[in-house]
């Protein structure tokens, strides 16, 4: 009975800890004026994780450091903010932040917005995707009103950013997709000069290197690209040399190539698409040349064909749309510019 509270207790808290592993360089002392709560070497077999427990039944512990080597857990007190924990020296220690953001230096900040490193490329309308080893790819976008090739790789665990290789083909309002096998499918958008985009391409996250596939039928950007659950990619509408487009195509990862798929009933750019629970995917909003839509249609994979839904409330576009943890749709915002939110 007990043991079953201790670790249900665990579990719950979990999601409010983000620990920093601190390589041999990184030595940390306290601040003077930072109050150390307690200081415990915990027995031999111990883990971070009774760290991690210790600091999460302590009162105000926002900050605790383990000494791998020697399983001292050291946890500090709520003042113990930014600025009060530096590093020097060389031991294996770990950071944790509980109920506390990782900031610069390995140190705990108050939850909320954090400074962290800069790209090394300015960028409007590119794309951003976690990939499965943590690190963040980013690819793309204008810069000065020309589309970038370049692309670059985010490491949460220093705040760095480092080059990345760069694509064969400069995109903006383009897509970025995981694949199931963690690859990164990136298609279409503007490559500049009124060239619009029907090339794709794959990053492999082991080798860091882009190849080109194949490509769809349609060239496109403000378009949107979803994963379905037979591993194909979705690709619908978008914009191409001021026609709005109603084509969606499909990607098939294991032959590389792409098949025209049902027509959506209305053109659109600038919409969104979401997977249902069902498995279905939802398309909402975005524009027909000046007309703004309220209209929603969902895609079947299964019959490779789309239905109309009910509309929206209000028409959207270049709107954002987010799939809550019960797969319900949030909609919010758009054009023009809109607060409403609404659920589908
Ligand atoms: C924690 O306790 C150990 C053992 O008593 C001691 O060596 C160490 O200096 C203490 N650390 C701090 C930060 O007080
Ligand atoms: C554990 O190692 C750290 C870092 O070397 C040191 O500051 C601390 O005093 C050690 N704790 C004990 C109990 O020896
Ligand atoms: C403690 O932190 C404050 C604020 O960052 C700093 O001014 C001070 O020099 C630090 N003291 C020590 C002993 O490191
Ligand atoms: C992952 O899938 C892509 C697309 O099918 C393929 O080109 C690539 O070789 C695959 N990578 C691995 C490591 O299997
Ligand atoms: C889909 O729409 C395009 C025009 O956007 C049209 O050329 C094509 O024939 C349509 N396909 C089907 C199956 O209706
Ligand atoms: C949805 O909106 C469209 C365009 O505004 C309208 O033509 C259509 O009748 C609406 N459908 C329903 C079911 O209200
Ligand atoms: C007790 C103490 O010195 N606390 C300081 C911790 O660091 C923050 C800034 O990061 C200061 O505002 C606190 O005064
Ligand atoms: C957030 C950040 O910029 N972190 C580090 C990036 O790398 C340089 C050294 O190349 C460090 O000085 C930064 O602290």
Redesign the pocket.
Known sequence: MHLILVISLLISSIDAIIISQVHRSSLFFTNSSCALLSNITLPAGASIQSCIWQCAHQDQCPTAVYYHDNRTCLMFSEDCQSGNITSSGDVRASVICYRRNLGSNNQCSPRGWTKTGYMHVARRLPTASVLSNGKVLVTGGFNGGISQNSAELYDPSTGNWTMARSMSVARSSHTASILSNGTVLVTGGLNGGGIYLNSAELYDQSAGSWTMTGYMHVAREYHTASILSDGKVLVTGGFNSAIYLNSAELYDPLTGTWTMTGNMSVARGYHTASILSNGKVLVTGGQDGGIYL??AELYDQSTSTWAMT??MSVARSSHAAATLLDKTVLVIGGCCPLNSAELY
């Open positions: 309220n209209s009910g509309n």
